[in-house]
T-cell receptor, first 114, second 114 residues
Framework: DAGVIQSPRHEVTEMGQEVTLRCKPI?????LFWYRQTMMRGLELLIY????????DSGMPEDRFSAKMPNASFSTLKIQPSEPRDSAVYFC????????????FGDGTRLSIL | AQTVTQSQPEMSVQEAETVTLSCTYD???????LFWYKQPPSRQMILVIR??????QNATENRFSVNFQKAAKSFSLKISDSQLGDTAMYFC???????????FGKGTHLIIQP
């Protein structure tokens, strides 16, 4: 079975540019999560969706960040405008149901803002 | 808010030895779930093992087992007969029963020496 698919795998862009990260969850999973991993702060939850509806976006660092899930098989995380401090690895994960089910992660997008 | 602490930033053992990675957490909840994830240099986040707080029996997956001490809020991972492929970052993660995002520890870098 296909796992969580993220694209692109690497992204290098200049500050001020818009960045869009994409995620396709595992088919049938009803929860989707976006995490950010940095050396300083480790892995942090940014936002998560249940049945395409955003449930908790308290981890989104600021208004420059936005996430959407237009359907059950696709989600985007957008940064506009991007800043060097946004450089990190961004992971998407999905899970089935809510009672302690494990989250399955994509391979992540390494984002570098110059 | 819950916190997860991994007190060993790095560990190194010889191949075939047994190694234990420590994890403690803080929560006021009684219903929660604990996970260990492995992150090799390829950057993937791979689920190693999970434990439901209401289960007293320690989880086991082949060479991987946990020592779950609920009263002490401790959740250590034991790797038996360690292999070179076990070299990776290991993250302890916590998930409340009523919430859905994972809270991660800072990780332990495990190095298996030949």
């Amino acid at each position: 079975d296909a796992g969580v698919i993220q694209s692109p795998r690497h992204e290098v862009t200049e500050m001020g540019q818009e960045v869009t990260l994409r995620c396709k969850p595992i088919s049938g999973h009803d929860y989707l999560f976006w995490y950010r991993q940095t050396m300083m702060r480790g892995l942090e939850l940014l936002i998560y969706f249940n049945n395409n509806v955003p449930i908790d976006d308290s981890g989104m660092p600021e208004d420059r960040f936005s996430a959407k899930m237009p359907n059950a098989s696709f989600s985007t995380l957008k940064i506009q405008p991007s800043e060097p401090r946004d450089s990190a690895v961004y992971f998407c994960a999905s899970s089935l149901g809510r009672v302690g089910q494990p989250q399955h992660f994509g391979d992540g997008t390494r984002l570098s803002i110059l | 808010a819950q916190t997860v602490t991994q007190s060993q930033p790095e560990m190194s053992v010889q191949e075939a030895e047994t190694v234990t990675l420590s994890c403690t957490y803080d929560t006021s909840e009684s219903n929660y779930y604990l996970f260990w994830y492995k992150q090799p240099p390829s950057r993937q986040m791979i689920l190693v093992i999970r434990q439901e707080a209401y289960k007293q029996q320690n989880a086991t997956e082949n060479r991987f087992s946990v020592n779950f001490q609920k009263a002490a809020k401790s959740f250590s991972l034991k790797i038996s007969d360690s292999q070179l492929g076990d070299t990776a970052m290991y993250f302890c993660a916590f998930r409340e029963g009523g919430a859905d995002g994972l809270t991660f520890g800072k990780g332990t870098h495990l190095i298996i020496q030949p």
